[in-house]
DNA sequence: AATGAATGAGCATTCATTCAT
DNA sequence: TATGAATGAATGCTCATTCAT
């Protein structure tokens, strides 16, 4: 028999792919078994050999071109946005409805990166720093300025980064509040919790921090 | 030769607990496989099984454990003190200093709750539904008190939650920034995110919320 | 190596299924490792996989089908034939032959119920109890025909096929008797034994049996 | 603290080979697990061996004392009683009583043959040879006496002790039918079975039957 | 007489992967 | 493009057995 109309390994491929982000999200990279992927795409396990080397390649893939692509949208969502306060409701705005969209690859960027091996793990980490180097520096910026609150944007940037990403972990499309409601709640949480409030000095403990200047490590 | 002169069975138990949560924290559950950790506290694999039922109990157990202890030191850290401000900094500075102190347990137990059989993951989910409820009241209670402006206490109980136990991902006793430092941004942050400053009224969107009374869903 | 020149999964399914019959005749299905079998068929013993779910239903398969067989082949044997007395001697006849023959199978079927797990266990009685039941049957008319003296047929019944299995206990086809042999001697055991002899009364405690009307309890 | 009162060796002992008898029954020798065993009599496993040298001698222990116990009873079941047939109704009395009052030790020592190592099993075939040998010979007297139609002593000892035996696998004592029932029933069978009737002849092929002389292999 | 810690071999089973067809 | 047969290593787990205490 000849193969079905439009059967092609182009669909395949991508069928494969969105298989393998809903197993590896909905088990573990490690839980997730090939078999299983196979048979979600209906196929002998050796054939996904044509489609990818193996299966660590196979979550690299998902990872470097989900992160690829979060990176290439941040950027056009803030680009040409003009000042600190803008670009910091650029990036949370943008961060926000890219994570209530993609949870599910987002998810797997963020909990699989210790399944990645040292090479793929490493070129991810780097993607992953640049990404949070835009929201650094929107801080850093606004900090010159006199605009922010913000003594360690380093620390800053993990604090919002984190409590921003958090909403992949309980968030429906079907809940009660919209996207638009719930980028309301934390722009307003991120920025009232950096913004230079009048007349308000910062704690002695921060006002003594050591200086960050010549330090190495790249991590606080 | 059947006993290692001086070998011990609590002494064994308490290795066997150390080596599990070292080697989940490395590798991840799924990842980690008995013989290793046998090999960690020079036993046999199948010696191990004196000290679990198996695998997924031994996961279990660190998880249990990790979160009564949570519990408990949280309620102590909050007992007596008073006011919705000062119990909201007693919260966050508790669970900084105990996610900067036990950073590996931690870790497993908002990792590994997938890795949990049905049951087991349900209790630790509901040990952490209290946990965070600390938190909630305590803006609830501000909220009321016309101290807070959070409109939607859930959505910032999870945020701040996300956003404290994120330094769990970076931070080293080793690093340039103390704990009480640390505690200090953080606090800041959290405190100046949530405060009602005077005169700055809500963001449209945020007004025109739908009440969550009567809703039946326990997220939002 | 991927795969053996000429190997073929319908040819290796055969060997697996023969090589299982016997070693678990030999063994019993307890003793029988699965890496045994692999041995026997030349392959690894995860390969065994392809050919079955696992050891329990390898023992299954076997069983069942043996069961099938024997009642089909049974029921061929007897088709046809009329009469009490003439029923009754197809059955032996049938029966030892069968058991000469295919003595693995009969004693795997007989031995190793214990080692099917319940729900398989239960098929293969209720397989067994319809072959039973044709003994029976015949007895039971027999009896009302007035040519048999057996008051529990039911009795009889059992007593009478433990007899005739007992020979694959101890049958070779190289020993002096043939098979024509056996079953001369073993029809004329039966039917000897339940044919109703003149004038023979029968003992008095068989005559005072209580009626086994009424009864729930499908065994006396 | 002390021992409990009365807690001695010889009750352990007695305790393990009873519990053993009853696990070896209900689940088979290879199946039943040392683990099993202690805890059924609350004990370590490993203190089991002081009651037994290993696993294997357990079984051996069991079924040789069973066997010496079944052997010694019938020789005295038989003692002093004169002639043929009433030698063999003693004998078939004897079994059947033995066989519904001891179930689990002949299910035992009829399946676990199997199981035991060669010299052990070799002492027990020996054993049961000298109890077959006791129906043997009542036969073979009853056939030179011209009372029995038994061309093959043999082939009639294997199925009449077949068929005796069978009971144990199906008789409950809280059945509809009584011990004494059983017996006169089985008694008939095995009677009506052997009797030389007035007037019936062999059939042919057994009258054609080659002689059993000089034959070298135990069994037919 | 018994414990309890441990061994080391073995088990059934699953896995990612290979490759002739 | 895909199959299907197979590998070989690994996994979680159980077992009979040992022996210092």
Redesign the interface.
């Known amino acids: 028999m000849a193969r079905t109309v439009g059967s092609n390994g182009a669909r395949t491929a991508k069928a494969i792919r969105e298989a393998g982000v809903h197993l590896i999200y909905k088990?573990?990279y490690?839980?997730m078994s090939l078999r299983q992927l196979a048979a979600e795409v209906g196929l002998q396990s050796g054939s996904l050999y044509k489609y990818f080397e193996n299966k660590q390649s196979l979550l690299f893939d998902i990872v470097r071109d989900h992160m690829e692509d979060l990176i290439t949208r941040a950027e056009a969502a803030m680009d040409g946005v003009e000042g600190p306060i803008a670009r910091l409701k650029a990036y949370v705005d943008f961060h926000l409805r890219y994570h209530m969209t993609r949870s599910a690859h987002v998810f797997i960027a963020n909990?699989e990166i210790?399944?990645l091996e040292a090479p793929h793990r490493a070129t991810v980490v780097e993607m992953r720093r640049r990404y949070e180097g835009m929201l650094e520096q929107a801080l850093r910026e606004g900090a010159a300025a006199g605009l922010f609150?913000v003594?360690?944007p380093k620390?800053?940037t993990?604090?919002?980064?984190?409590?921003l990403?958090?909403?992949c972990?309980?968030y429906?499309s079907d809940?009660?509040?919209s996207q638009?409601?719930?980028?309301?709640?934390?722009?307003?949480?991120?920025l009232?919790?950096?913004?230079r409030?009048e007349g308000v000095a910062?704690?002695d403990?921060?006002a003594a921090?050591?200086s960050?200047a010549g330090?190495r490590?790249a991590?606080?």
Do not use: F, K, Q
């Not at 993990?158 to 409590?163: G, P, Q, R």
């Not at 638009?180 to 991120?190: E, S």
């Open positions: 088990h573990g490690e839980a909990m210790r399944s609150r003594p360690e620390v800053a993990y604090a919002i980064i984190s409590m990403t958090g909403i972990m309980w429906r809940g009660r509040l638009d409601a719930l980028v309301a709640l934390y722009t307003d949480l991120v009232e919790g950096v913004s409030p910062m704690p403990v921060v921090l050591p960050p330090r490590r991590r606080a």
